[in-house]
């Protein structure tokens, strides 16, 4: 899903995520930045006001620093990870932002695989050295084999 921030004629950039990554391209010469979730602290919408017309959608990334709540979309116009629109593109922003967080939440839980133990593989060997030897039989090698593999 992508969201295209603009400021009357300007575009100010972009946020789009998926396949576990969000990408945020601020202004036209600017090449992106692709983000890991977990790198991701919180997602940020900064309303429009009755003084200023223009809202944003600010990422903030672990490492890097934050404005206060009663700052307005101007103080991010220059913040990377920040993108700006304008009043109309209101409802679109909020429609994203709580898409955005659906997709957060859901790959900050997917667990992470963990690496296989070496030592999983040196009972293996073992087991085999065993039933290569005739200590034990096959039925065993294969019992044992499925409760060290897990299966």
């Known amino acids: 899903m992508k969201f295209v921030g603009r400021l009357g004629f300007l575009y100010d950039g972009e946020i789009e995520f998926g396949d576990g990554v969000v990408k945020i391209k601020k202004g036209k010469k600017d090449v992106g930045r692709t983000i890991s979730p977990s790198a991701i602290i919180s997602v940020d919408l900064i309303k429009p006001s009755f003084l200023n017309n223009a809202g944003c959608i600010h990422i903030q990334v672990i490492g890097t620093s934050t404005h206060s709540f009663v700052d307005t979309a101007f103080?991010?116009?220059?913040n990377m990870n920040a993108i700006c629109f304008e009043k109309k593109q209101l409802d679109e922003a909020l429609k994203f932002k709580e898409e955005l967080d659906k997709f957060l939440a859901e790959a900050k839980t997917v667990p992470i695989p963990q690496?296989?133990?070496n030592n999983m593989y040196d009972e293996l060997k073992q087991?085999?050295?065993l039933l290569d030897e005739g200590i034990i039989t096959q039925e065993?090698?294969?019992k044992k084999k499925a409760l060290i593999l897990g299966i």
């Open 75 to 78: 103080n991010y116009t220059t």
């Open 115 to 117: 690496p296989v133990e």
């Open 127 to 129: 087991l085999k050295q």
């Open 140 to 142: 065993d090698f294969d």
